[in-house]
């Protein structure tokens, strides 16, 4: 773990445990674990099956007994937010989306699930609906790895049906994400509407060549939802890549919106945003330091009214906040649960997914990462560094991530793994 000498830091009241396993497997994927915490004290990790790519399925495993054990849960909508809607439903919606055939104002349909018994069961799927007249996405056959989407597509034939496709005519539906996911949360307006935070290329007056990030409200309980205002600016000039994506919302004490998310250009530093006008328009995003560079950036309030911040890829980082302002991160002072891996990061074990990038967003910015030896390294790592974390009880937090070559001994074989870490507040 990195951490600086401070003794006075907020940081230091934490005890970071030891790793430890929550599930593994010698094939298939472990990928983009998310961790929530149901209403009804049972913990569910969701992850993805196909790896990281459009159209990949989900399963989960669940905990009973606060994270002393883990079953397999099963088949889940595909990579789902799990969130309370009121005292009596809490909800998992699906983040992909699909044209209603012939829609004028274009219309989007996606699937949800609800529990009446705090999460341990989910009823059978319905479908929520996103209206904007303008919008336009591409065409699902225009998506990347068109394998996973060959493959899985069949899973998603209720949805389509329902939206008036063909079989033959998939390939030409408009496919949006208009629904919760996992790098978001659901916020609450002030009137008492709901929000969350979506990722689309058009705000309804035409369609841009680059994402951004916008902001959805639904006033009847989030069945269906409606463009409210557009959250990222246009930051870089017209054909570059500025594809803003991933966006965390949550609620400050003081009534204001605070919005991290994702920014590929300049080595993926996490960007920065508030409202002061309850979402209807946005500072100009800022870095929230040179060294914060990552993905799937995550922003929480603890019950303590501390700020919570998580990010990976370079790194898998918790960093807090004791002010709960969003203006005193303690950088210095962040968790890196990466550097709590050094059996499997000191073998170089080999693993099937390429990404060289990982190497080169390390070195960006920290020499830890300099050890790599390039005849076995080149192209590899040992983990995609998707980090998820929630506090699972006050003063205690579980954080979870996924390693592609864990390996338990020495002389073991490395498995794909989610692994788990414990942060116990210090009385």
């Known amino acids: 773990m990195s951490r600086s000498n401070t003794s006075s830091a907020y940081s230091d009241q934490w005890e970071l445990s030891e790793p430890f396993t929550i599930w593994s497997k010698d094939k298939g994927e472990l990928c983009t674990p998310h961790l929530w915490v149901l209403p009804c004290g049972d913990l569910l990790v969701v992850y993805s099956d196909d790896g990281d790519f459009y159209f990949a399925r989900s399963r989960a495993l669940r905990s009973c007994d606060g994270g002393a054990s883990w079953q397999e849960e099963g088949e889940m909508l595909s990579a789902p937010a799990i969130v309370e809607i009121d005292k009596r439903t809490t909800r998992m919606y699906e983040f992909h989306s699909f044209a209603v055939k012939d829609s004028n104002p274009k219309r989007y349909l996606f699937r949800y699930r609800d529990s009446q018994d705090g999460g341990k069961t989910f009823g059978p799927i319905q479908f929520a609906s996103y209206e904007h007249a303008g919008e336009k996405n591409p065409r699902i056959g225009d998506g990347e790895k068109i394998h996973t989407i060959f493959q899985n597509i069949i899973y998603w034939e209720d949805v389509l049906t329902a939206a008036g496709w063909e079989k033959s005519e998939w390939l030409d539906v408009e496919g949006g994400f208009h629904g919760l996911s996992y790098h978001t949360q659901l916020i609450r307006f002030l009137d008492g509407s709901l929000g969350h935070v979506v990722n689309l290329q058009s705000d309804g007056g035409q369609a841009t060549a680059n994402w951004q990030l916008h902001l959805l409200r639904s006033t009847d309980g989030g069945i269906n939802w409606h463009h409210y205002s557009r959250v990222t600016p246009d930051e870089y000039p017209p054909g570059v890549r500025s594809n803003a994506s991933e966006g965390c919302p949550v609620r400050l004490p003081d009534g204001r919106l605070y919005l991290v998310y994702r920014y590929p250009p300049d080595h993926r530093k996490v960007r920065q945003t508030w409202s002061e006008d309850d979402g209807r328009t946005w500072s100009t995003p800022t870095e929230i330091d040179d060294r914060v560079c990552g993905i799937v950036p ?3 309030r603890l019950s303590a009214g501390v700020l919570m911040l998580l ?57 830890f990462y300099w050890w790599a030896r390039q005849d076995i390294f080149d192209g590899y790592y040992y983990s995609w560094e998707n980090v998820n974390a929630k506090e699972v009880q006050p003063g205690r937090i579980l954080a979870v991530y996924d390693l592609q070559n864990w390996v338990e001994t020495p002389s073991s074989q490395p498995r794909k793994a989610i692994r788990g870490v414990w942060l116990t507040k210090q009385n």
């Open 311 to 367: 990010h990976g890829r370079p790194g898998m980082w918790i960093t807090f906040d004791p002010s709960g302002t969003a203006r005193d991160w303690e950088i210095d002072n962040r968790f890196d649960l990466t550097q709590g891996e050094n059996l499997t990061i000191g073998t170089n074990a080999k693993v099937t997914t390429a990404r060289l990038d990982l190497l080169y967003y390390k070195r960006y910015y920290d020499s």
């Open 298 to 300: 995550a922003v929480h």
